[in-house]
Every structure is written in structure tokens, then in C-alpha cells.
């Protein structure tokens, strides 16, 4: 990775695509997500972007079109560059969507924050997450875990990477700052690990990276 002095806005060159997604051949973009994670530019100083404002708390769990959400029901937010950012739902992906360079991990939580004074822009926090093995753990025939600490699904270190790109699911629209955390957390709740591989198994094939450049804090 290469380090990057000074300022460090994002760049991205127009070039037209379609493409690395056959489910959803309609879609018609220049920063489609997810991505390969890979050769990011180290940013010193980046890891000070980003507050975690996170507890533990109760969730409304229901079934949708694009699959299983978890509702918040207390206040949960991060902070990016300044802007906040309230947490909407989160969701879960079996295995990763996003990949590092060129292996998906076994699954990945997303948790969808909007921003508090533009609705329209979204900052997703992604988690690579480890289950503990395919066997064990039951089968997710008891239903969603209403309990979820959140902290706990944080990995120790708080490095991630951030580049722009869209949603992975619904209308695939470009409007959201990605955070995708480095490492991966081991998921302590024996039955959250169970729902996850019984129900999340939806992952959208990787996406062209075109021109965009992902930042990272390197470690």
C-alpha cells in the first residue's frame, strides 16, 4: 500500500460501465459496490475520521425482498469527517461481499447509517466476521437473536479502509462512503452465528474498482 501525504479528497474519473454483476444486468454504474479491497493508499491520520458510537440494544428482525434487516431500537450513530450519521438497520452477508485481495471471508455484517442532515447519503460500516466453523452452532431454526452487542462485533484494532460506491442491494444507487474494517470478529453469540448461516446467503459478486481509490489506515 502506498501512503498518500496532505490532503486527501477522493478522485474518481468518469468511464462508464456495466457490468460484474449478471443477477442485476440492468444496472448501470461508475462505483458499484461491493469491491475487491486492494492496493489502497495508506492515509496517516485517517483512523482519527471515524467515531464508533455503538452499544448493545434490542432490534426489530423481519424478513424483506433483499433479505433479513435488524432494526435499531435505540440511538446508534458514527461520525465521518465531520458528518453524523444515524444507524438505520444492519444485515448480513454470507460470504463477504466485499473481498481482500482476491478471498472472501466467511461472512460479512453490514450496518446502514443515514446522515443526519442529508438523508439521501448513506455511510456503511462493513465487518468481516468469523462463525466459527460451518458445523455447530445449531441450524437457525430457533429464529433472530432480538439481543446483539454491538461493540462485539467490532474487531480490537479499528483499522479499516474507505472508498464511495453504492448500495448492494434494492436500487444500487451511489451514495454511500464505505468503512470496511480491517481484520475479522469472531462472533461470540452462539445464536447469532446460527441465523447468519441459515439465512444470510446473498452476496453480490465483486465490482469493477474503474477508477476510485480506496484509502486506508494500513493496519
Known amino acids: 500500500m502506498t501512503p498518500v501525504p496532505g490532503d486527501h479528497l477522493f478522485v474518481v474519473l468518469s468511464r462508464p460501465f456495466v457490468g460484474g454483476d449478471r ?16 492496493g489502497a493508499f495508506v492515509v496517516p491520520g485517517l483512523r482519527g475520521e471515524l467515531e464508533v458510537e455503538w452499544s448493545a440494544d434490542r432490534f426489530e428482525v423481519s424478513e424483506g425482498a433483499d433479505g433479513w434487516r435488524f432494526v435499531p431500537s435505540g440511538v446508534h450513530a458514527v461520525v465521518l469527517r465531520g458528518h453524523r450519521y444515524r444507524l438505520a438497520n444492519l444485515h448480513f452477508h454470507r460470504p463477504s461481499e466485499h473481498w ?9 455484517l453490514h450496518a446502514v447509517h443515514v446522515r443526519a442532515d442529508d438523508r439521501l447519503h448513506a455511510c456503511v ?7 466459527g466453523g460451518e458445523r455447530g452452532g445449531g441450524d437457525g431454526g430457533g429464529g433472530a437473536p432480538r439481543e ?8 480490537d484494532h479499528g483499522g479499516f479502509d474507505r472508498y464511495e460506491g453504492s448500495l448492494t442491494t434494492g436500487e444500487f444507487t451511489e451514495n454511500v462512503s464505505w468503512v470496511v474494517m480491517k481484520g475479522v470478529a469472531a462472533v461470540a453469540d452462539e ?29
Open 23 to 38: 443477477r442485476h444486468p440492468g444496472v448501470v454504474g461508475e462505483q458499484q459496490s461491493p469491491i475487491n479491497l486492494s
Open 100 to 108: 481482500v485481495d482476491g478471498r472472501p471471508e466467511a461472512a460479512e
Open 125 to 131: 460500516v462493513a465487518v468481516f466476521l468469523d462463525l
Open 148 to 155: 446483539v452487542d454491538l461493540p462485539g462485533l467490532l474487531p
Open 191 to 219: 445464536r447469532l452465528r446460527a441465523f447468519v448461516r441459515a439465512h444470510a446467503d446473498r452476496a453480490r459478486p465483486v465490482q469493477p474498482l474503474n477508477r476510485r481509490f480506496v484509502l486506508s489506515t494500513g493496519v
